[in-house]
């Protein structure tokens, strides 16, 4: 309860002051919206932003720390951008994800399945052999500009 707001609400009136929010501004220079607000709950920007930080601030220190040693020169760091922590979870998952996977090779004798081939329609196998004869006309034509014939 460091903020103005919270300092306000907790001070005792002054006799013969009414316990309003309108007085309790005027004397403390508070708004009186600010003083309801936090009357009935809600928290200043710095409590908020202290509960929406990615990293508690001995993390950042050690991040902090980290960073200066890393750096060689005298040249200011380049900080991180914005996305980094969300990138960090995305390479560890994808390990873990690898991981998992190899484990489950392993546990299955380490062979690796191999599905079968569906025998062709009578559609399919036309149109296949109809681009087999197109492809092979074009790199013909293709072959003919190159030589000139």
Same mark, same amino acid.
């Given at each position: /309860?460091?903020?103005?707001?919270? =300092?306000?609400?907790?001070?005792?009136?002054?006799?013969?002051?009414?316990?309003? @929010?309108?007085?309790?501004?005027?004397?403390?220079?508070?708004?009186?919206?600010?003083? @309801? @607000?936090?009357?009935?709950?809600?928290?200043?920007?710095?409590? =908020?932003?202290?509960?929406?930080? @990615? !990293?508690?601030?001995?993390?950042?220190?050690? !991040?902090?720390?980290?960073?200066?040693?890393?750096?060689?020169?005298? =040249?200011?760091? =380049?900080?991180?951008?914005?996305?980094?922590?969300?990138?960090?979870?995305?390479?560890?998952?994808?390990?873990?994800?690898? #991981?998992?996977?190899? /484990?489950?090779?392993?546990?299955?004798?380490?062979?690796?399945?191999?599905?079968?081939?569906?025998? /062709?329609?009578?559609? #399919?196998?036309?149109?296949?052999?109809?681009?087999?004869?197109?492809?092979?006309?074009?790199? #013909?034509?293709?072959?003919?500009?190159?030589?000139?014939?």
């Amino acid at each position: /309860m460091s903020d103005r707001a919270s =300092k306000a609400l907790t001070e005792a009136s002054l006799p013969g002051e009414p316990r309003t @929010y309108d007085a309790t501004s005027k004397r403390s220079g508070v708004p009186m919206t600010t003083l @309801y @607000y936090r009357d009935h709950g809600r928290r200043s920007k710095e409590e =908020k932003a202290q509960g929406q930080q @990615y !990293l508690s601030p001995s993390e950042e220190k050690a !991040l902090e720390s980290i960073a200066r040693r890393r750096s060689t020169t005298n =040249k200011a760091t =380049k900080p991180p951008s914005k996305n980094w922590r969300r990138m960090t979870q995305r390479r560890s998952q994808k390990k873990h994800m690898l #991981q998992k996977n190899c /484990m489950q090779r392993e546990n299955a004798g380490g062979s690796v399945r191999v599905l079968e081939k569906q025998p /062709m329609t009578l559609n #399919q196998s036309q149109n296949q052999s109809q681009h087999q004869s197109q492809s092979q006309s074009q790199s #013909q034509s293709q072959s003919e500009k190159w030589h000139g014939r």
